[in-house]
């Protein structure tokens, strides 16, 4: 009988080791984006967010999140200035819909701080970046929220310009239910 206590720790511990994270349904989200131009300040918003998250504060090497936005809901209230990002001088949406992100790995830095490296793709071009955010738990959920600078040119957005910026400023927020 003394024999099979070490058993049964080791089991339970191996299944606590070894068990899943349970994905986060994403209940709210919003990305919303700034650039410089003429030294104005144009602010944007991509919709169509969808992701797959599965985040553990207590087992960051097993959590991960891998999400994307439709390109095609890029909104700067401007028509005019909307299509020309769709185009393919900036976006190509008809080639590239869609930006995804994958996370590579995570650190805690304190308290409800953290840093996400991730995989961020656009268009073509996959480059790997830093992303500091806080996670807070509810009771029925959690919330995350960062934001990142990402350098235009380094996806072949845009080309190179005397007056608009190459570093673009995101805010991303997430809310999930358990």
Known sequence: MKKIYPLLIFLFLATCT????KEQTITKSS???????????????????KGEVKFDPANLAASSIIASVDV?????????????LKSDSYFDV?????????????????????????????????????????????????????????????YGIGGKSLVMSNDVKVDISISTAK
């Open 18 to 21: 070894f068990a899943q994270i």
């Open 31 to 49: 990305v919303v984006f700034h650039i410089k131009n003429l030294g104005f300040t144009v602010d944007g918003t991509l919709a169509g967010f």
């Open 72 to 84: 095609n809901t890029i909104d700067t209230d401007n028509g005019t200035r909307n299509d020309h």
């Open 94 to 154: 008809a080639k590239y819909p869609n930006i995804t992100m994958r996370s590579v790995s995570f650190k805690h830095n304190s308290g409800n701080n953290y840093t996400g490296t991730f995989s961020l793709t656009i268009k073509d071009k996959t480059n790997t970046i830093a992303v500091p955010f806080t996670y807070a738990e509810s009771g029925t959920g959690a919330e995350f929220k960062g934001n990142f600078k990402v350098e235009r040119t380094a």
